[in-house]
């Protein structure tokens, strides 16, 4: 089945610094979506990529959709403290309804 | 508020026993997905369903069972059969049952089996 590699597992980095995650995929996707998790809360869509070399901003966070279909990346940019959580990828192939999800990414930002 | 609401938040039983996770959408959505969340894990699809009385297995179905009566309404069973159930499990919804619809999520439910 399809698989996807998200990387880093987690991140240790001070306020202020910029923050980057990725993606890989087995196979082609026509979505990915990236969701922040809270602790013991459900993941909140940040933001939603349906176009190869899309590139799409929410805020602080810039997603692009790669031009081979088989990645993604997650850039946040000047991270504050509420930052902190773990980053999901998801992707769909297809018609499929299934989303496939990343493990995801633990961001720690040290004050 | 409209929103999707899953309870109760934390769950306890003891080993043998089915239980039910609720989950309720008042966002008009035509389709609900369960999915199971492991420590370090990516999300894992349950079971998940398009329209009212009609559902599918997802990638870990064994264990576990659903009905879809209503519209809003999406509860999910784990049997006794499935044998490793402590987990987080979170339920989902998209607007209709377009593939390339986004799926928005509920709070979760903690379910400890003792």
């Known amino acids: 089945g399809q698989q996807l590699n998200q990387s880093p597992q987690s991140m240790f980095i001070q306020e202020g610094e910029d923050v980057s995650m990725n993606c890989t995929s087995s196979?082609?996707?026509?979505?990915w979506l990236w969701y922040k998790q809270d602790p013991g809360e459900g993941p909140v869509l940040l933001i939603a990529?349906?176009?190869?070399?899309e590139l799409t901003s929410n805020g602080r966070l810039t997603a692009q959709f790669g031009i081979t279909r088989k990645d993604s990346f997650l850039n946040i940019s000047a991270s504050i403290p509420s930052d902190v959580g773990i980053y999901f990828c998801a992707g769909r192939g297809g018609s499929n309804y299934k989303l496939t999800f990343g493990k995801g990414t633990l961001l720690t930002v040290n004050p | 508020d409209g929103g999707i609401t899953q309870s109760p938040k934390y769950l306890f039983r003891k080993e043998g026993q089915n239980v039910t996770l609720s989950c309720e959408q008042n966002l008009n959505h035509d389709a609900m997905y369960w999915y199971r969340q492991d420590p370090g894990q990516g999300l894992r699809l349950i079971y998940y369903s398009q329209i009212v009385n009609d559902f599918q297995k997802g990638d870990i179905a064994e264990g576990y069972s659903v009905s879809r009566e209503k519209k809003e309404s999406f509860p999910l069973t784990v049997t006794s059969a499935q044998k490793n159930p402590t987990a987080f499990y979170l339920c989902a919804s998209t607007p209709t049952n377009v593939a390339s619809d986004t799926q928005y999520f509920g709070p979760g439910t903690r379910l400890t089996v003792l």
């Open positions: 990529l349906y176009k190869a070399g």
């Open positions: 196979s082609i996707f026509n979505t």
